[in-house]
């Protein structure tokens, strides 16, 4: 499970809209977080958070500070889906393209790479569809673990 930490903007009907908390410089994982290179290298490349919606089974309330996770599964498919699928169908649909052209008798390189371009938008919309489907299923979304500060189990007296 990766986990991330946000606040809750708002909540609705077992979600709640959330703004993730973004870290200045790197991932303060090592002495060289200033350098480090996930950082970006421009101060105008660091956009505002975009807000998510999430599942809420904690019942957040809007101001609370919780740890968002979501499958480690489902982050790779997410990653394969957005970068592999366009990349495959714009690969696919210019080798097509080209050959399908050439056999009406058309041998332009500019109609191989509009074929291709074809493909690489196709590709990103049968993505942005199956993603969409995808969110429909509670075991891809993200999920809020826990409320910051408030304990991990309740009910339990202590000893002693």
């Not at 975009?50 to 101001?63: D, T």
């Amino acid at each position: 499970m990766i986990e991330q930490t946000a606040v809750v903007v708002s909540v609705d009907s077992g979600h709640a809209w959330i703004l993730p908390q973004q870290k200045s410089g790197g991932c303060s994982g090592c002495a060289t977080k200033t350098t480090c290179s996930t950082s970006p290298p421009f101060d105008f490349l660091n956009k505002e958070a975009q807000k998510m919606r999430v599942l809420n089974p904690s019942y957040a309330r809007p101001g609370d500070t919780v740890v968002v996770g979501v499958q480690g599964d489902a982050l790779v498919a997410y990653s394969l889906l957005t970068y592999m699928l366009p990349l495959i169908s714009l690969i696919l649909m210019a080798l097509l393209g080209r050959e399908l052209l050439a056999f009406i008798g058309i041998t332009s390189e500019w109609a191989t790479i509009f074929s291709g371009m074809a493909g690489l938008f196709g590709g990103l919309r049968l993505a942005n569809l199956v993603a969409a489907r995808s969110f429909q299923s509670n075991d891809f979304q993200p999920v809020i673990l826990r409320v910051v500060g408030q304990p991990l189990f309740t009910g339990i007296t202590p000893l002693a």
